[in-house]
């Protein structure tokens, strides 16, 4: 059975379906890791997003229950040029095609992922659907994705985030911290690094009022990841300024863009995004640069945030946008990218650890 993937300029790209044959609508993006297509499908940053991969052999190991960061696949599609049919991976519980079929996600392969990716680098990311339906005109499609939603201005975070509070399932062996968690669709691996810090985590869902979560006491907050776009979010916004030099608090990728947005900066979408395992980071405080793993649609406009409060402390040297910052008084620090990735050969793993010192600090458990 063929199937296309057709965007919203009316180009076709022609391939065959694994996984749902379905019909599929989102934003397609590009993805350049190598590995790690099971933490990017269950990733819910990709709500709403068709997610092509530029390596061309994707599946080769498999799935595995234990690497997911979501309980199912979060993309709206995938793209691929060749899915291996039979993994080769001993820990590997089914096929990626299998795992996409059982859990109704559409998938396309046989498509000239490189070409695809030049068109989305040049033309900026753009609504796309994947369909097997032969029957189905470019012209109607076209149609149809011109009237299905932009990301801009576009609220995902409601759609994954927790229904009710809850602790998370892997407790360290010795909890030497309380964190609260905003949920705007956090990644299992950032409750997991928590845990290895020593911490006791509670997850809350997104539209949370902080009055109940300073009630409990928490020694820190950490703003998660999450889809969409980040402007109109705005009651997280609210309660992210109702906390500000009330308690430690760490934003990641959308909690990141949240806490600028809650200090008085702005952001602005990005042409085509950073989606990938190798974006170089520069540490402004000591020069040292990461190679990092990140998945964001937005940024930070750095000239928006207030100077006197705010201090730039990373940059991404591939186009100079906003990788971090922290407050010049309060204990509120923020990057965009994925700490809690592992892109190798060096990770970014120690930037829990500050937070936990961050932490103490406040607590006045050691010197300023």
Known sequence: MPARLILED?????GEPFG??????????????????????TDPSYRFQIVVMTYPHIGNYGIEAAVAQNEKPQVAGFV?????????NAHSEMSLADYFARNGISAIQGVDTRALTRRIRNEGAMRGMITSDGARGVDGVVDELLRAPSMSGLDLVQRVTALRPY???EPPAH???RIALYDFGVKRDILRHLSQEGCDVTVYPATTHADEIL????????????????EPVTYAQENIRHL?????IFGICLGHQLLGLALGGRTYKLKFGHRGGNHPVKDLRNGRVEITAQNHGFSVDPDSLPDADVEPTHINLNDQTLEGFRHRREPVVAVQYHPEAAPGPHDSFHL??????LIDEWKGLTPP
């Not at 749902?20 to 499908?41: H, R």
């Not at 691929?80 to 080769?88: G, K, T």
């Not at 829990?352 to 010192?357: L, N, S």
């Open 352 to 357: 829990f650890g500050e937070f936990m010192a």
């Open 215 to 230: 009630a409990q006491r928490f020694d820190g907050v950490v703003l998660s990841n999450g889809p969409g776009d980040p």
């Open 20 to 41: 749902s044959t379905a019909d599929a609508i989102g934003e397609v993006v590009f993805n350049t890791s190598l590995t790690g297509y099971q933490e990017i499908a």
């Open 167 to 169: 602790t998370f399932d």
């Open 10 to 14: 009316g180009t076709v790209y022609d």
């Open 244 to 248: 500000i030099g009330k308690v430690p």
């Open 80 to 88: 691929v040029r060749d899915a291996i049919a039979e993994p080769s």
């Open 175 to 177: 909890a030497t911290k």
